[in-house]
């Protein structure tokens, strides 16, 4: 790496204007960048598999949308998993991470309008009445343009540029999920478990936040916001079917005791949750000396 000669005459590396997104700041080549990388691609290249090999059913296009908006979510709870992930189990270095998840959100939520004006067969006209007169594009159209924004201010240049604003508006990253949230209730009428879940992870990572700082690694307090996020998301299940659907909101909240058909979504929070737990307090004990 080139380096550069300061007034105190020390010499300094100088970094490279260009970093491509496997490498670190110090533009050395990282693992965890570089697997991230290849994890963020995976989806996009198995949709585009999927669909030249006719595996996405007749409406091609349709189940295109589909998948791009449910990785979109998925890349914005993974973003959003960065901090507690380096706080809960020691690691700095995940942090570095965090962007280029947030970017790859971003990238799917492009994609995903953009197959949604394929399907509108390119009436640009018709695609922007539809974002005004359906509430639930309208929502998602305003979580997009949050989701841009925050990708164009994701630089290190715009970071020190945006000083203190910069920390703020990305606190919007919360508003942004709230809202990509209701989008997916919303279109998804009444088969809702995927957004129950995805709102689910939302809660317990929102709950974490509200943490004093001191608490955020206790194991006990950690399972406390597992237990607190999985009755929360249990709650949302039966608000959601009480006030969106015809169908019995205390069927579907008895359904959560009754395990034949597997964990619901507000169980699988509890059970993220608890794994959480279980693993915090494993890498404790792999990681402390023992005192005696
Ligand atoms: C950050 C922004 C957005 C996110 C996170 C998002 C996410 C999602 C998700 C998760 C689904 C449902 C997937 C499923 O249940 O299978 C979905 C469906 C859909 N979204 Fe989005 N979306 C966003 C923005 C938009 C925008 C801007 C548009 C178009 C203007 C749009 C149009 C649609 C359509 C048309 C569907 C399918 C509806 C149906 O088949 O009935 N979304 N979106």
């Not at 260009?18 to 991230?36: A, E, I, N, T, Y």
């Not at 995940?94 to 509108?120: C, E, F, K, N």
């Not at 979580?143 to 290190?156: E, M, N, P, Q, R």
């Amino acid at each position: 790496m080139s380096s550069t000669l300061t007034a105190t005459g020390v010499r300094r590396p100088t970094r490279p204007r260009f970093l491509p997104p496997w490498r670190d700041r110090q533009g050395r080549l990282s693992p965890l960048k570089s697997l991230v990388l290849l994890g963020a691609c995976v989806p996009a290249m198995l949709i585009v598999f999927w669909w030249l090999n006719g595996d996405l059913g007749p409406r091609t296009v349709n189940a295109a949308i589909h998948l791009t908006g449910l990785w979109t979510v998925r890349f914005i709870l993974l973003s959003l998993a960065v901090t507690p992930a380096r706080v809960v189990f020691d690691r700095p270095k995940v942090v570095l991470v965090r962007r280029m998840l947030g970017v790859t959100a971003m990238v799917y939520a492009l994609a995903h309008l953009s197959l949604y004006i394929v399907d509108m067969n390119f009436h640009w006209l018709e695609v922007v009445l539809e974002i005004v007169r359906r509430f639930y594009l309208t929502i998602g159209f305003v979580a997009l343009i949050g989701l841009v924004a925050l990708g164009a201010t994701s630089t290190d240049a715009a970071v020190r540029r945006m000083g203190r604003n910069w920390k703020r508006l990305h606190w919007s990253i919360y508003g942004i999920g709230v809202l990509m949230l209701l989008h997916h209730f919303l279109q998804a009428k009444a088969g809702v478990s995927a957004a129950v879940l995805a709102a689910g992870l939302f809660i317990w990572l929102t709950l974490w936040r509200l943490l004093p700082e001191r608490r955020r690694a206790s194991p006990w307090v950690l399972g406390v916001v597992s237990i607190a996020a999985g009755m929360l998301t249990a709650g949302l299940e039966f608000a959601w079917y009480a006030l969106a659907t015809r169908i019995n909101p205390w069927r579907v909240l008895s359904a959560n005791l009754d395990f034949a058909f597997g964990p619901r979504p507000a169980e699988w929070v509890v059970i993220c949750g608890l794994g959480v737990v279980a693993a915090c307090a494993l890498s404790r004990l792999r990681f402390e000396p023992r005192r005696s």
